[in-house]
């Protein structure tokens, strides 16, 4: 057994089982005891011989483990990987009858006393024997190896695009969306839901699913993440014997997603849990709490266990290919979301707690924000969101955001989801950079929910002079048409800047998407060459429901790393251009020289130009 493992003081733990299981009445041996936390003989590999016998334990309700036959069928070579075997073996008792359950990965599997690995696997869906495929405990071990602490800098994936549930899935790796259609996968791991309504759970089941995860209703208690942990090494290992149901908390608070497994090995220190990935992400920070078992629902297709979390017990900080590990005492660091939503002359606030991962928090700030959004009374389509967010991130400015946005007629997507995504994508720029891992100190969301689909289309500009000199004043009326409503009419003055040379000047009126045009070329350019320009960039994005009215002449404007740097000289525009290496630099043709802003209570869209000469 690895020294790391080694225990310097052992925890006698002796609990016999009643006669009787707990919920059957079924009899079985009374010398059957349970397994304790503290060290434990390995069975060796290459003594395990076809029709052994052995006893396997897992909750089928509540948190007690109970025993279940084994038998071993033999060893399938490099099943799990090269040099990684797995092991078949045929279950019995109750397991027979509710099959290989989701959350059942992990529980133990003793011959003789020795531990010989976790049950992990399924074969199939239809087989007429109760199968399931074991990982060697020898190769779980191996993940406590590979522990330590989390890295000051890390490089991340590039941000995920997000816009429908297609794309959904992109936002996480691909690589770990599992076939439900392959004759031997990993058992699916449940995922419980708590505060989350019908509407947000059927759009994004399906991502879930492809996952490798099973989403039921259940319940997982709130302020879990804020929960003290106990300091006393007894009590600790005994809140997670081997065979006892555990979970990994994704998000805590007025909504909580958690997901589980079963413990498979507890040394009073480490626990290593499900053998095989939960995500498969490497190193994790997430809550590790004991669990409860509300039922075990049995099918040939997919049977499930209904968990929930319960108490705080330490943190997951491995997440491997044969398993997770955690650490007994450990807290993990979770972004504490707050959400606010302001509707028909009442307030309502939210607050949740997000485990941090490059690939799975964006995804799960979105579903947050739907949630919220989308699970009060005032929700309805013919609604106007006007949303601020505010990312706080330790060492760098606040990033503060703002956007008012309704639906289009007969859009394919709720409002709510479609303004979550942006939000999800905002964040994940900054979460899933390329540089360093992000220290998100909070996040503050606030919606406010103006009753009726506030949108409208620049129809037309009208200016009272086309001639004017440098300095000159102008007035003007742009006509708007509103949704299902009369037209509009602002009437506006802007001077001409005083620099403005003689010539055209291109006078144009339109909404944020056409002013954000530079900056989101930057953004989705990856042009930004550090943290704090992708912050820089993401603080000088215009809000809509705002009329822009941009004064633009004819010369080169460069577009550098996160800078915008107009009316640049032609010949060093033309050096500019020769020069250019990583495609950090771009060079347009115009240049803006003045902006005017006028505050509309609509979604705007659309854009006209008006060419004014200057003498």
């Given at each position: 057994?690895?020294?790391?493992?080694?225990?310097?003081?052992?925890?006698?733990?002796?609990?016999?089982?009643?006669?009787?299981?707990?919920?059957?009445?079924?009899?079985?041996?009374?010398?059957?005891?349970?397994?304790?936390?503290?060290?434990?003989?390995?069975?060796?590999?290459?003594?395990?011989?076809?029709?052994?016998?052995?006893?396997?334990?897992?909750?089928?309700?509540?948190?007690?483990?109970?025993?279940?036959?084994?038998?071993?069928?033999?060893?399938?070579?490099?099943?799990?990987?090269?040099?990684?075997?797995?092991?078949?073996?045929?279950?019995?008792?109750?397991?027979?009858?509710?099959?290989?359950?989701?959350?059942?990965?992990?529980?133990?599997?003793?011959?003789?006393?020795?531990?010989?690995?976790?049950?992990?696997?399924?074969?199939?869906?239809?087989?007429?024997?109760?199968?399931?495929?074991?990982?060697?405990?020898?190769?779980?071990?191996?993940?406590?190896?590979k522990?330590?602490?989390r890295?000051?800098?890390?490089?991340?994936?590039?941000p995920?695009?997000?816009?429908?549930?297609?794309?959904?899935?992109?936002?996480?790796?691909?690589?770990?969306?599992?076939?439900?259609?392959?004759?031997?996968?990993?058992?699916?791991?449940?995922?419980?839901?708590?505060?989350?309504?019908?509407?947000?759970?059927?759009?994004?089941?399906?991502?879930?699913?492809?996952?490798g995860?099973?989403?039921?209703?259940?319940?997982?208690?709130?302020?879990?993440?804020?929960?003290?942990?106990?300091?006393?090494?007894?009590?600790?290992?005994?809140?997670?014997?081997?065979g006892?149901?555990?979970?990994?908390?994704?998000?805590?608070?007025?909504?909580?997603?958690?997901?589980?497994?079963?413990?498979?090995?507890?040394?009073?220190?480490?626990?290593?849990i499900?053998?095989?990935?939960?995500?498969?992400?490497?190193?994790?920070?997430?809550?590790m709490?004991?669990?409860?078992?509300?039922?075990?629902?049995?099918?040939?297709?997919?049977?499930?266990?209904?968990?929930?979390?319960?108490?705080?017990?330490?943190?997951?900080?491995?997440?491997?290919?044969s398993?997770?590990?955690?650490?007994?005492?450990?807290?993990?660091?979770?972004?504490?979301v707050?959400?606010?939503?302001?509707?028909?002359?009442?307030?309502?606030?939210?607050?949740?707690?997000?485990?941090q991962?490059s690939?799975?928090?964006?995804?799960?700030?979105?579903?947050?924000?739907?949630?919220?959004?989308?699970?009060?009374?005032?929700?309805?389509?013919?609604?106007?969101?006007?949303?601020?967010?505010?990312?706080?991130?330790?060492?760098?400015?606040?990033?503060?955001?703002?956007?008012?946005?309704?639906?289009?007629e007969n859009?394919?997507?709720?409002?709510?989801?479609?303004?979550?995504f942006?939000?999800?994508?905002?964040?994940?720029?900054?979460?899933?950079?390329?540089?360093e891992?992000?220290?998100?100190?909070?996040?503050?969301?606030?919606?406010?929910?103006?009753?009726?689909?506030?949108?409208?289309?620049?129809?037309?500009?009208?200016?009272?002079?086309?001639?004017?000199?440098?300095?000159?004043?102008?007035?003007?009326?742009?006509?708007?048409?509103?949704?299902?409503g009369?037209?509009?009419?602002?009437d506006?003055?802007?001077?001409?800047?005083?620099?403005?040379?003689?010539?055209?000047?291109?006078?144009?009126?339109?909404?944020?998407?056409?002013?954000?045009?530079?900056?989101?070329?930057?953004?989705?350019?990856?042009?930004?060459?550090?943290?704090?320009?992708?912050?820089?960039?993401?603080?000088?994005?215009?809000?809509?429901?705002?009329?822009?009215?941009?004064?633009?002449?004819?010369?080169?404007?460069?577009?550098?790393?996160?800078?915008?740097?107009?009316?640049i000289?032609?010949?060093?525009?033309?050096?500019?251009?020769?020069?250019?290496?990583?495609?950090?630099?771009?060079?347009?043709?115009?240049?803006?020289?003045?902006?005017?802003?006028?505050?509309?209570?609509?979604?705007?869209?659309?854009?006209?130009?008006?060419?004014v000469?200057?003498?």
């Amino acid at each position: 057994m690895p020294k790391a493992f080694a225990a310097t003081a052992v925890l006698v733990l002796s609990v016999l089982l009643s006669a009787q299981t707990p919920t059957t009445g079924e009899t079985r041996d009374p010398a059957i005891k349970l397994p304790v936390a503290g060290p434990v003989e390995i069975f060796p590999l290459d003594q395990l011989r076809p029709g052994m016998k052995g006893t396997a334990f897992t909750a089928f309700e509540g948190n007690t483990p109970e025993p279940f036959p084994v038998e071993i069928i033999g060893l399938m070579k490099n099943q799990w990987g090269p040099g990684q075997d797995i092991i078949m073996a045929k279950v019995g008792g109750r397991a027979a009858k509710t099959g290989v359950a989701g959350g059942m990965s992990g529980s133990p599997v003793y011959i003789d006393g020795k531990l010989l690995g976790a049950i992990s696997l399924r074969f199939g869906q239809f087989l007429n024997d109760p199968m399931a495929g074991i990982t060697p405990i020898g190769l779980m071990l191996e993940i406590n190896e590979k522990d330590g602490t989390r890295p000051a800098t890390m490089q991340a994936s590039a941000p995920a695009k997000l816009p429908l549930s297609a794309e959904m899935r992109a936002m996480l790796d691909p690589a770990r969306v599992s076939s439900g259609d392959a004759y031997l996968t990993p058992i699916e791991t449940p995922v419980t839901f708590s505060g989350l309504n019908p509407g947000v759970m059927e759009q994004f089941t399906q991502t879930f699913r492809e996952l490798g995860m099973n989403p039921v209703l259940g319940g997982a208690s709130s302020a879990l993440a804020n929960e003290e942990i106990t300091k006393d090494p007894a009590k600790l290992a005994a809140s997670l014997p081997p065979g006892a149901p555990v979970s990994m908390v994704l998000m805590d608070g007025d909504l909580s997603i958690a997901s589980g497994c079963t413990v498979t090995y507890n040394d009073l220190k480490h626990v290593l849990i499900c053998g095989h990935p939960f995500l498969n992400f490497g190193k994790v920070e997430m809550p590790m709490t004991t669990s409860d078992v509300v039922t075990t629902l049995g099918s040939a297709f997919q049977p499930t266990k209904v968990m929930n979390a319960e108490h705080t017990v330490g943190a997951f900080v491995q997440d491997r290919h044969s398993g997770m590990l955690g650490m007994l005492g450990e807290k993990a660091h979770m972004i504490p979301v707050e959400a606010t939503v302001h509707a028909g002359g009442k307030t309502k606030t939210y607050h949740y707690q997000m485990f941090q991962n490059s690939k799975f928090t964006s995804f799960v700030l979105v579903l947050a924000a739907f949630n919220t959004i989308s699970g009060i009374n005032e929700f309805g389509e013919e609604v106007t969101y006007h949303a601020h967010a505010k990312f706080s991130l330790a060492g760098y400015p606040d990033v503060n955001l703002e956007q008012l946005y309704a639906a289009p007629e007969n859009a394919p997507v709720p409002a709510p989801l479609t303004l979550s995504f942006w939000l999800g994508d905002r964040f994940g720029r900054i979460f899933n950079n390329s540089f360093e891992s992000p220290d998100v100190t909070s996040v503050k969301l606030d919606f406010d929910l103006l009753p009726e689909r506030r949108s409208a289309t620049i129809e037309h500009v009208w200016l009272d002079k086309t001639e004017a000199h440098a300095g000159d004043e102008l007035s003007g009326r742009v006509f708007l048409q509103t949704y299902r409503g009369e037209p509009v009419t602002k009437d506006f003055k802007i001077r001409i800047p005083a620099n403005a040379p003689k010539g055209d000047l291109r006078i144009q009126f339109s909404d944020a998407d056409y002013v954000n045009r530079y900056h989101n070329f930057l953004l989705m350019q990856n042009r930004a060459q550090t943290l704090g320009q992708i912050v820089n960039l993401l603080n000088k994005e215009q809000a809509n429901g705002q009329l822009y009215i941009s004064m633009m002449q004819t010369s080169p404007t460069a577009l550098v790393e996160d800078k915008i740097l107009p009316s640049i000289p032609s010949s060093v525009a033309t050096v500019m251009d020769g020069a250019r290496t990583n495609n950090r630099l771009a060079i347009t043709g115009e240049s803006m020289l003045a902006q005017e802003i006028i505050s509309l209570d609509h979604v705007l869209s659309g854009m006209q130009i008006v060419t004014v000469t200057i003498k």
